[in-house]
């Protein structure tokens, strides 16, 4: 079964900082990727998605994530954030066949500080 | 246009009873699915409805757990003879279309807390 790793479980930064977020995920096949984020208080909702072609997708807000299939990454980047940008991140993946459901990671938490 | 809608957003209970939570999806969504949140643990799938298709029950972490989809709309997970593990934030979610390539959109999830 695929998974997904999200290795920076809480992330501190001052504003005007760059930001990279890491997601690596375990399947030998062709996938689809998602980050999804999740504000104080509100539901998760859709940040950017890579489904084929160019591997570098740009996102709301921007944000911009690269897939490299050689490292099996998805790591989601963004060259200066704002206050706010405070929020949960979380990386999912599903294969491009069989399950229909997606895999989340852990999730990151980014807490920026003014 | 309404979104996902889930109820309660908060249900506190006691341990050996069951609990019902409720997802209305966005009209006209084939797909819907639950997860469960536990803190440091991400979401966790549950179990997915594709249109009148069998559902996908892979997820569900015992027999406690079941759900049921009726006339493609309304969800109802059900969970049996609740245990304190089983307190997390349950969410639902939907996609347009079949396709593993159709955003999820989100409720705001129900607080399940047993005491």
């Known amino acids: 079964a695929q998974s997904v790793s999200q290795h920076n479980h809480h992330v501190i930064l001052s504003e005007a900082a760059s930001l990279e977020l890491g997601c690596n995920y375990s399947?030998?096949?062709?996938?689809?990727l998602f980050w999804y984020v999740q504000y104080p208080g509100q539901h998760l909702q859709l940040l950017l998605k890579?489904?084929?072609?160019?591997?570098l997708v740009k996102g709301i807000k921007g944000f911009e994530a690269e897939f490299i299939k050689s490292k099996f990454s998805f790591n989601l980047r963004k060259p200066s954030v704002q206050w706010s940008d405070t929020a949960e991140y979380f990386c999912?993946?599903?294969?491009?066949?069989?399950?229909?459901?997606?895999?989340f990671g852990s999730g990151t938490r980014l807490q920026v500080q003014p | 246009g309404a979104g996902v809608s889930q109820s309660p957003s908060n249900k506190v209970t006691e341990k050996g009873k069951d609990v019902e939570l409720r997802c209305d999806p966005i009209?006209?969504?084939?797909?819907l699915y639950w997860y469960r949140q536990s803190l440091g643990q991400g979401l966790e799938f549950l179990i997915y409805?594709?249109?009148?298709?069998?559902?996908?029950k892979s997820g569900l972490p015992s027999d406690r757990f079941s759900a049921e989809r009726t006339g493609g709309s309304v969800s109802t997970l059900t969970i049996q003879r609740t245990q304190q593990e089983d307190s997390a934030v349950y969410l639902c979610?939907?996609?347009?279309?079949?396709?593993?390539?159709?955003?999820?959109?989100f409720g705001n999830g129900t607080r399940l807390t047993v005491t």
């Open positions: 999912a993946v599903n294969p491009d066949t069989g399950r229909r459901a997606l895999t």
């Open positions: 009209s006209g969504h084939t797909a």
């Open positions: 890579y489904f084929s072609g160019d591997p």
């Open positions: 979610a939907s996609s347009q279309r079949a396709g593993t390539n159709s955003p999820l959109h």
């Open positions: 399947y030998g096949g062709t996938v689809n």
């Open positions: 409805f594709q249109g009148n298709s069998a559902p996908d």
